[in-house]
């Protein structure tokens, strides 16, 4: 593949990068603002099969309106967007394929299925989410830990004062050190409590899923893809 990355120079972005050419692609563009990259996207005219996006939420107005015009399949890993910018991408999502999901984990989503089935013999249960990220992430609750209690059927509260109805479900969230990504749901039903661990030990996860995605979305017609679409997709790279 010919993949553009923006925000090539972050953390995400620049293994991303690493990994894509340790796999056989071709990274044609890496953008962002730092020096010794293209500054603007819309800098870049040569050929390209698919734009990967680590960058931030400011950023996204200026990547949805290269990939229409470039008629560009997009993998949107980026968090924290506003109702607004989200509205944005899904407008986006009518013109080319898109990619958006909170999580590039596959295991992530395994687990949703996993608490799912697991809801079904408690309906009444109380849902608690614990999520854990590094001390520099900008934006909390995670995404993921947001698109976790939706998907389950829940509508997601953090910073709560008081006591919650039955169909939310409580976010903590805890910010330190190093650490890549770790996503406790809690479900407690009566007696008993059933606890639902994901963590992602490396970075590599996220990375290796932006290409997964990227493999995906690239045989994609219009519209908007999440990281369900991957549990059966076996094209890695």
């Given at each position: 593949?010919?993949?553009?990355?923006?925000?090539?120079?972050?953390?995400?972005?620049?293994?991303?990068?690493?990994?894509?050419?340790?796999?056989?692609?071709?990274?044609?563009?890496?953008?962002?603002?730092?020096?010794?990259?293209?500054?603007?996207?819309?800098?870049?005219?040569?050929?390209?099969?698919?734009?990967?996006?680590?960058?931030?939420?400011?950023?996204?107005?200026?990547?949805?309106?290269?990939?229409?015009?470039?008629?560009?399949?997009?993998?949107?890993?980026?968090?924290?967007?506003?109702?607004?910018?989200?509205?944005?991408?899904?407008?986006?999502?009518?013109?080319?394929?898109?990619?958006?999901?909170?999580?590039?984990?596959?295991?992530?989503?395994?687990?949703?299925?996993?608490?799912?089935?697991?809801?079904?013999?408690?309906?009444?249960?109380?849902?608690?989410?614990?999520?854990?990220?590094?001390?520099?992430?900008?934006?909390?609750p995670s995404g993921t830990a947001l698109f976790m209690a939706e998907r389950l059927g829940y509508k997601p509260v953090y910073g709560r004062k008081k006591r919650r109805s039955r169909n939310e479900a409580g976010i903590a969230s805890l910010r330190y050190g190093n650490v890549c990504g770790t996503h406790e749901t809690i479900i407690a039903g009566g007696d008993e409590i059933i606890t639902i661990k994901h963590e992602a030990v490396s970075r590599?996860?996220?990375?290796?899923?932006?290409?997964?995605?990227?493999?995906?979305?690239?045989?994609?017609?219009?519209?908007?893809?999440?990281?369900?679409?991957?549990?059966?997709?076996?094209?890695?790279?």
């Open positions: 593949m010919k993949i553009m990355i923006v925000g090539a120079g972050g953390r995400m972005g620049s293994l991303v990068k690493e990994l894509a050419i340790e796999n056989g692609n071709e990274v044609v563009a890496a953008v962002d603002i730092k020096s010794g990259y293209i500054n603007d996207i819309a800098d870049y005219e040569g050929d390209a099969d698919v734009v990967i996006d680590f960058s931030l939420p400011q950023a996204t107005e200026k990547v949805l309106d290269y990939a229409v015009r470039k008629s560009l399949p997009l993998v949107m890993a980026v968090t924290g967007h506003s109702p607004s910018e989200r509205r944005k991408v899904i407008s986006a999502s009518k013109k080319v394929a898109i990619f958006y999901s909170p999580t590039l984990s596959i295991g992530v989503a395994a687990s949703i299925n996993a608490a799912k089935n697991i809801l079904k013999a408690f309906p009444a249960a109380d849902l608690e989410i614990c999520e854990r990220h590094h001390a520099l992430k900008a934006d909390s590599k996860v996220f990375a290796l899923g932006a290409l997964k995605a990227a493999r995906f979305i690239v045989h994609e017609s219009c519209g908007i893809y999440d990281v369900f679409s991957l549990l059966n997709e076996d094209r890695i790279f």
